[in-house]
């Protein structure tokens, strides 16, 4: 019953649903059917809610929180706005957090870091503001940290570096300052490391361009200065997207680039090279 209520909490802080997705949000109806709910076949719990790209307004309910089987939570690409609810913290069985393009507001919870099993965390695309929690830094499961297209502030806590599982990290067009910080060459499996578009300075770090799983390094428009390494082309073999456009770089580029075969960008200009 607790999860058949915390539903309703939800669906009652939703204001316009323009498309009736939640009319068959009722209690004539078992939970389980309804849409974008998904059950565990034994317990009848909740375990999944997703209801992605249906023009949804309104705030996400702190109710959220009682939905405690939750492992998914995608409500990507609507119009939900205000702060995201310390209460997600409460789910511990959370694997996936979608919330990418809405209007949310406020900052990230630092609290998230209780969700230990999160794999994605995808909050791109609103309006959150301050820092990116340190806290964060001990999701050693989470495979994707997506946070881009925000107005987050401060620098790139070092912390990051210790979430063993990262292939994705996202933190393009926000405010951040500071340094690209040393810790992120301990992310051995990391493919995609995008933070364009902010104000960081200082030089990237030697570990990061040894990442040999790296695809994608897309460090365009900050005030980033120093040479690329002479021998790039054999530390990131599998690199596909190389952009450091509009940013500080001297020297040259090295002719050790020709052994990247996967390249297909390759977006230097706008330094000092």
């Excluded at 230990?116 to 050693?140: D, H, T």
């Excluded at 596909?240 to 090295?254: L, Q």
């Amino acid at each position: 019953m607790t999860d058949k209520l915390a539903l309703l909490a939800f669906k009652a802080a939703v204001t316009e649903d323009p498309f009736g997705v939640l009319n068959s949000w009722n209690h004539t109806t078992d939970h389980c059917q309804w849409h974008g709910v998904m059950c565990g076949r034994l317990h009848h719990r909740v375990t999944g809610l997703n209801l992605k790209a249906l023009k949804l307004s309104g705030s996400i309910s702190p109710h959220i929180g009682n939905l405690s089987f939750l492992r998914v939570l995608i409500i990507h690409n609507n119009s939900f706005h205000h702060e995201i609810p310390q209460q997600v913290a409460h789910l511990h069985r959370l694997r996936d957090l979608g919330l990418s393009s809405n209007t949310l507001e406020g900052q990230i919870p630092r609290n998230l870091s209780r969700c230990a099993r999160l794999r994605w965390l995808i909050l791109e695309g609103n309006r959150l503001v301050g820092e990116i929690p340190v806290e964060l830094g001990s999701l050693l499961e989470l495979q994707s940290l997506a946070l881009s297209d925000n107005y987050i502030t401060g620098t790139v806590p070092s912390s990051i570096g210790n979430m063993s599982s990262l292939e994705i990290l996202s933190l393009g067009n926000n405010e951040l300052g500071g340094k690209i910080p040393q810790a992120l060459g301990k992310l051995t499996k990391l493919k995609v490391l995008l933070l364009s578009l902010n104000r960081l300075s200082g030089t990237i770090p030697p570990s990061v361009f040894n990442l040999s799983s790296m695809e994608l390094l897309d460090i365009g428009v900050n005030q980033i200065g120093g040479n690329i390494p002479a021998n790039i082309g054999f530390t990131l073999p599998n690199i596909k997207d190389f952009t450091i456009t509009g940013n500080r770089f001297t020297g040259a580029i090295p002719r050790s680039m020709s052994n990247a075969t996967a390249l297909l960008w390759l977006q230097v200009n706008n330094n000092q090279l």
